[in-house]
């Protein structure tokens, strides 16, 4: 079955930690997407790829960090270095042809 | 600097009234266009995109969107909306087919009976 997998749906972690984000595709699409959603700030982005082993910053990268070792796979790290980790965040992938974006049902972090 | 604008963070309608939805965006050419959907603590599903041709352009659910070169505006239209369509709507602006993708804030829709 296709589709974009985020794990895990929920997840706690104790302020100071690093946390790290899973999203795995199986479409084939060439281009992810991390963004972060907060209310009434609708959807920032935070890093993207288009190929492996290569990624762009988008609009609030620091704190972040990604990796694209392989298609399939766009891991996103929340550092420490986050001041306000805590928020819904969401993969994307999107291919050149069909050039909409589809979503994974997110992962919602907490950082108590 | 590049920009997408949802000006109306809330709108309420009456089930079986018309809903209009404004984006307006800030690129130096047509960029590619695209219209979400998010119910409470879901993913987005596109209602529909553009990116050239006909300025008017139909989509999942009912819904349609008018591309405007001059006012830089993808207004999403539903003649008749239904108390399902209750939810977040968020334009979507990316200067290329597989590049850097920009939402809007969004909107949220309250339908009443």
């Known amino acids: 079955d296709g589709g974009i997998t985020q794990s895990p749906k929920y997840l706690f972690r104790k302020e100071g930690q690093n946390v790290t984000l899973s999203c795995e595709q199986n479409?084939?699409?060439?281009?992810m997407y991390w963004y972060r959603q907060d209310p009434g700030q609708g959807l920032r982005l935070i890093y993207y790829s288009q190929i492996v082993n290569d990624f762009q910053k988008g609009d609030i990268a620091e704190g972040y960090s990604v990796s694209r070792e392989k298609k399939e796979s766009f891991p996103l790290t929340v550092t420490s270095a986050q001041k306000n980790p805590t928020a819904f965040y969401l993969c994307?992938?999107?291919?050149?042809?069909?050039?909409?974006?589809?979503f994974g049902q997110g992962t919602r972090l907490t950082v108590v | 600097a590049q920009s997408v604008t949802q000006p109306d963070i809330h709108i309420t309608v009456s089930e079986g009234a018309s809903l209009e939805l404004r984006c307006n965006y800030s690129y130096g050419a047509t960029p590619y266009l695209f219209w979400y959907v998010q119910s409470p603590g879901q993913g987005l599903q596109l209602l529909l995109k553009?990116?050239?041709?006909?300025?008017l352009v139909q989509g999942i659910k009912g819904f349609e969107a008018e591309f405007k070169r001059s006012q830089s505006s993808f207004n999403l239209r539903k003649p008749s909306v239904h108390w399902s369509d209750a939810a977040e709507y968020f334009c979507?602006?990316?200067?290329?087919?597989?590049?850097?993708?920009?939402f809007g804030a969004g909107t949220q829709v309250v339908v009443t009976p």
């Open positions: 479409l084939n699409h060439d281009a």
């Open positions: 553009y990116f050239s041709g006909d300025t």
């Open positions: 979507a602006v990316g200067l290329d087919s597989w590049g850097k993708l920009q």
């Open positions: 994307a992938t999107r291919d050149r042809l069909n050039t909409e974006a589809f």
